[in-house]
């Protein structure tokens, strides 16, 4: 109920943007922050920082409004250009994410200082800026990515400059142009997000090594991160994730289907938090595919289910990796591939736990579902089809004990309850919005305050009052 609540009210304020009654800016030649070479952008952002240290954060947070509007009055625009660029993903979940991005990811509100008092004084603990970050952002959010990290670094008082992924700088470099005209709108400095027409490993490599960048940020899969962690500076790791979903006998069966259907086919299922493969109880698991095929799913026969592995995945030494052609596409397109007319928004099968669909992080709209008989068995499953990654879990089931044994066993830094994977980041849930999560590095859901440094200033002997 929440999240239908949630999803028509941004579809309310889509068609007023696109009645007009929100500017949308005019996109211009030169994009704004977007330079041809990698050393530029860092003399760039370099100097936006030090005029960013001038400012209150009363002005930081004028800069965060005006991002907050121009990315709602241009979430549609942005939607249809990663679906152009990339051809992942589906422009009408996009525009979601965009609304989402703009409402729930927080501000300098996030920034919270502490004060110790005692016999001695007074020590105050404030959330100060890391100066330049360095980011890497991935191909399925491209500009959910820029926008999100950019709102949080600068209400922390940074500068960022974007290294994007090569298939989506488009996209990516469209939002580095927003942020700087919104932050020059509210009066800011120029600069203050930068990138390059041209991102490479090159370029990223430059920016890695640069002494202006005093922290890295990458949200991407484990090659990124990995690299990431070797630059010997501060670095903050979003990784890869392979989430299950639970279904046992007590979940309300209805609700389940309908919200892994929502949440597996979200955005194509691009997003790293998406329910990648099902474990359901033997006793439920018929009923709950026929469900999920009354809410928009289509169900594969073991023949189709074999055929569609050609498609979706490649073999090499007995190993199975994408199919990258393949990633984001709609169901439609594989289905149609196999002979199939249907306007389906998810393709579901049955499987047994060992197959590729249920151990590789495939980011297609295909859910295989595997058959277990108790919760210890699903449990041991789900944990190890998420590999370790620790990145998120859901689960549907009105058993304490089940919902939190598994929690407790799979230690993912999200965890969904009998609601669609999104919610775990505010889409119809409580809490913020991020789209870098870092399980690697810890930080969990990032925000403004995971983007600062921590300074102590220490007065002996005054403003302890009592
Ligand atoms: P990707 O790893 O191919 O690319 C991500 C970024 O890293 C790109 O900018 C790419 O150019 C760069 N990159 C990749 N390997 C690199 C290396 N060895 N050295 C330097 N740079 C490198 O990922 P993608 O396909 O764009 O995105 C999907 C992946 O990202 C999935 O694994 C998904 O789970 C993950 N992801 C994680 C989060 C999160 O918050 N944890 C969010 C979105 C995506």
Redo the contacts with the bound molecule.
């Keep these: 109920m929440q999240n239908e609540k949630y999803i028509s009210e941004i579809v309310a304020n889509v068609i007023k943007s696109m009645q007009g009654e929100t500017a949308t800016p005019a996109p211009e030649k030169r994009l704004k922050g977007v330079f041809d070479t990698m050393s530029e952008a860092l003399a760039a952002v370099d100097t936006a920082y030090k005029q960013l240290r001038g400012y209150s954060v009363e002005q930081r947070e004028k800069m965060i409004a005006k991002i907050r509007e121009y990315t709602r009055a241009e979430a549609e625009n942005m939607a249809k250009l990663g679906v152009e660029e990339t051809g992942m993903g589906r422009v009408s979940d996009k525009i979601i994410k965009h609304m989402l991005v703009a409402d729930k990811t927080p501000g300098t509100e996030d920034l919270s200082p502490s004060v110790r008092t005692g016999d001695c004084g007074m020590t105050l603990v404030e959330m100060a800026p890391f100066g330049v970050i360095g980011s890497?952002?991935?191909?399925?959010?491209p500009s959910e990515t820029v926008i999100c990290n950019s709102m949080g670094m600068i209400a922390g008082g940074n500068a960022v400059v974007f290294?994007?992924?090569?298939n989506a700088c488009r996209t990516a470099n469209y939002a580095v142009d927003l942020i700087n005209r919104a932050v020059l709108e509210a009066g800011g400095p120029e600069n203050v997000a930068v990138s390059v027409v041209k991102p490479t490993?090159e370029t990223?490599d430059e920016m890695v090594k640069s002494p202006i960048v005093r922290m890295l940020v990458?949200?991407?899969?484990p090659?990124?991160v990995k690299?990431l962690l070797s630059s010997g500076k501060k670095a903050i790791g979003?990784?890869?994730?392979n989430p299950p979903v639970i279904v046992d006998d007590t979940a309300d069966i209805e609700k389940a289907a309908k919200d892994i259907v929502a949440g597996a086919s979200f955005d194509n299922n691009l997003p790293?938090i998406a329910e990648k493969e099902c474990f359901a109880f033997d006793n439920i698991t018929d009923r709950l595919m026929s469900l999920m095929e009354q809410n928009g799913a289509y169900r594969l026969n073991a023949e189709q289910t074999e055929k569609l592995k050609g498609i979706a995945l490649v073999e090499k030494d007995g190993k199975y990796d994408i199919n990258k052609k393949w990633v984001g596409k709609d169901a439609g397109k594989f289905l149609k591939a196999l002979g199939i007319e249907s306007d389906a928004r998810l393709i579901i099968c049955e499987t047994e736990a060992s197959h590729p669909f249920v151990q590789v992080?495939m980011?297609m709209p295909i859910l295989a579902i595997v058959r277990v008989n108790n919760i210890e068995e699903a449990i041991a499953l789900a944990v190890q089809a998420e590999h370790g990654n620790r990145?998120s879990a859901h689960i549907h089931s009105k058993n304490i004990d089940n919902l939190s044994n598994f929690a407790k066993a799979v230690e993912t830094t999200i965890f969904v309850k009998n609601a669609p994977s999104y919610a775990g980041i505010g889409a119809g849930g409580e809490g913020y919005t991020t789209?870098?999560?870092a399980?690697p590095t810890g930080e969990g859901l990032t925000a403004a305050h995971s983007f600062t440094r921590q300074r102590r200033c220490v007065l002996v002997d005054s403003f302890h009052i009592i």
Excluded: K, L, Q, W
């Design positions: 890497i952002t991935p191909s399925t959010n290294n994007p992924h090569p490993r990223s990458a949200t991407g899969g090659g990124v690299m979003a990784g890869a994730g790293c992080e980011m990145h789209f870098t999560i399980g």
